[in-house]
């Protein structure tokens, strides 16, 4: 589990994060929307101990964040971040295993084919990163940050922190994304995702946060985050939002109403 009270962060003498408070489960996805710029990829930031919060706290099962060693810390917690560079020309393979550096593990092999087969990737582990789509690369370096949970019963207590994990892929591979991203919440982990798309979020989500200039604006089930108001408020832009037989479905007009 992961808990941030009244935390605050600032670039120089601006707040981008003011009075934050959320708290993801274990073996639930939290989703985080909002527009750009609204702190979001920040918030994550302070949430994996990149960044440290100018006030308030983090805490992980219960200790306070400061007080985990990195090495512990990369143990229960893993990261994907908004962008992922390799700057040497490893395999798929060697790609993935650089998420274990901290951790000497028996069944490395197995760890990396799983998280492969995880994201849709099964075979790949010979190919060279360099030479693959920008999709796959996203879809590798999800494969790198499942790979550092573990596998099964591993991955209990953990956290994943995801920013943005379905950029940049098709409506199938973000559709696989989130599979992967529910399956290790189902596993145990906390699952933490910065998301775009509302729509996928209340598919995939326990629950959604919604951020706007910094701060959290609401916070609740997907089914009533769901709402044409709040929604307009979040990305300061008119929502609609239809009832379906799939459940809703919301769509951001044009404000002329042509595109």
Known sequence: MIEVKNADFCYGKRKVIESASINARDGEILAILGSNGAG??????????????????????GVNISDIPERQLSQIRSVLEQECN????????????????????????????????????????????????????????????????????ERIGKSLLLDEPSAGLDPAN??????????????????VAILHDPNLACRCASRIVLMKNGKILAEDLPEKIMAAGILSETYSSPCEV??????????????????
């Open 86 to 153: 390799v700057a040497f020309d490893y395999t798929v393979g060697e790609t993935v295993q650089l998420s274990l550096y901290a951790s000497s593990y028996s069944n490395v092999g197995e760890r990396v084919s799983s998280a492969l087969s995880e994201v849709g990737l099964e075979g790949f582990e010979k190919r060279k990163y360099s030479e693959l789509s920008g999709g796959e690369k996203r879809r590798v370096q999800l494969a790198r940050a499942l790979c550092q949970l573990g596998i099964g019963k």
């Open 40 to 61: 979001k990829s920040t918030l994550l930031k302070v949430m994996s101990g990149w960044l440290k919060a100018s006030s308030g706290s983090v805490s992980y099962n």
């Open 242 to 259: 239809f009832e379906t037989h799939l459940g809703k479905f919301c769509t951001f007009p044009p404000r002329s109403g042509k595109i």
């Open 174 to 191: 973000a559709n696989a994304a989130m599979s992967a991203a529910m399956r290790a919440a189902r596993d145990g982990a906390s699952v």
